[in-house]
């Protein structure tokens, strides 16, 4: 069967949360001209066996390389890949078929060259200042209407002749952001994907700093831009005094992020771990 579009998913580490999303997407009937392809990089424990051991009706095709990049990873799984559109999916996020079959059709439909479903932030467990950040966050549309942020997006084939390689020691969905402009992009009115967010301030700092590509880099002008419009928007939804406390904690991670860091940028996955 000629797969209609790939679906790829980079895998380091991700035995505890792997299965979750093989498992959802199973029992929702991912169609099988859908082609998954698991990238397996530098891992160190049974990520391969989990995804491998799964089998139908999915079949994924579970490759391993030996680096831990995610950015690697991507390139290894658009190598492989052989349809179009294509999704870019995290191993520690949930999505449903239905969705990604929406976003399928909104990107045969065009205009747009990029898309994703609709998100959803799952912050039981997480500190306090950590559910004040994605409540301002979750409040304000201009944010939670951003390509990036789900931990899957999908592009078309024009889409995804807009680069070339994923490039190391980025935020991969950013990076892919960057690349569209906001008429080229569309937020799919669907199951959402569901996003656990981190649980500790720590660990929310440490995935801020990934975002916003820190590490001796600086961002480019259209991120500036847009970090500037967004952060007067997350402001204008976040005006209430009851959301007040909110919007402060959100200012005072996205500042803290953006602060020169001791570490140099790294080709290693760097990500939260407090919800795996």
Same mark, same amino acid.
């Given at each position: 069967? =000629?797969?209609?579009?790939s679906?790829?998913?980079? #895998?380091?580490?991700?035995?505890?949360?792997?299965?979750?999303?093989?498992?959802?997407?199973?029992?929702?009937g991912?169609?099988?001209d859908?082609?998954?392809?698991?990238?397996?990089?530098?891992?160190?424990?049974?990520t391969?066996?989990?995804?491998?051991?799964?089998?139908?009706?999915?079949?994924?095709?579970?490759?391993?390389?030996?680096r831990?990049s995610k950015?690697g990873?991507?390139?290894?799984?658009?190598?492989?890949?052989?349809?179009?559109?294509?999704?870019?999916?995290?191993?520690?996020?949930?999505?449903?078929?239905?969705?990604?079959?929406?976003?399928?059709?909104?990107?045969?439909?065009g205009?747009?060259?990029?898309?994703?479903?609709?998100?959803r932030?799952l912050?039981e467990?997480g500190?306090?200042f950590?559910?004040a950040?994605?409540?301002?966050?979750?409040?304000? /549309?201009?944010?939670?209407g951003?390509?990036?942020?789900?931990?899957?997006?999908?592009?078309?084939e024009?889409?995804?002749?807009?680069?070339?390689?994923?490039?190391?020691?980025?935020a991969?969905?950013?990076?892919?952001a960057?690349?569209?402009d906001?008429?080229e992009? #569309?937020?799919?009115?669907s199951?959402?994907?569901?996003?656990?967010?981190?649980?500790?301030?720590?660990?929310?700092?440490?995935?801020l700093? $990934?975002?916003?590509?820190?590490?001796?880099?600086?961002?480019p /002008?259209?991120?500036?831009?847009?970090?500037?419009?967004?952060? $007067?928007?997350?402001?204008?939804?976040?005006?209430a /005094?009851?959301?007040?406390?909110?919007?402060?904690?959100?200012?005072?991670f996205?500042?803290g992020?953006?602060?020169?860091?001791?570490?140099?940028?790294? =080709?290693?996955?760097?990500?939260?771990?407090?919800?795996?």
């Open positions: 069967m =000629t797969p209609r579009a679906l790829i998913l980079p #895998a380091h580490d991700e035995a505890r949360v792997i299965g979750r999303l093989l498992d959802r997407l199973s029992a929702g991912l169609s099988p859908i082609e998954v392809i698991v990238v397996a990089n530098g891992c160190s424990d049974d391969v066996g989990v995804a491998t051991r799964h089998g139908a009706p999915l079949d994924a095709r579970v490759v391993h390389v030996t831990p950015a990873a991507l390139n290894e799984g658009d190598r492989l890949a052989s349809a179009f559109p294509r999704v870019y999916l995290d191993a520690d996020v949930e999505v449903d078929p239905e969705s990604l079959e929406a976003v399928f059709r909104a990107l045969g439909r205009p747009a060259l990029a898309a994703r479903p609709t998100l932030y912050t467990g500190d306090p950590v559910r950040f994605y409540r301002a966050r979750q409040r304000t /549309p201009e944010l939670v951003q390509l990036w942020g789900a931990g899957c997006y999908a592009v078309s024009l889409g995804r002749s807009r680069w070339g390689e994923f490039p190391e020691g980025a991969d969905d950013l990076f892919v960057e690349q569209f906001p008429h992009v #569309a937020i799919v009115e199951g959402p994907v569901l996003v656990r967010t981190p649980r500790t301030s720590r660990a929310l700092l440490r995935t700093r $990934r975002v916003y590509g820190l590490g001796g880099t600086t961002d /002008p259209r991120t500036r831009s847009r970090s500037s419009s967004a952060l $007067r928007a997350l402001l204008r939804a976040n005006a /005094p009851t959301c007040w406390w909110d919007a402060a904690v959100y200012v005072a996205a500042v992020a953006r602060l020169p860091s001791r570490r140099s940028g790294a =080709t290693r996955w760097a990500r939260d771990e407090t919800t795996r």
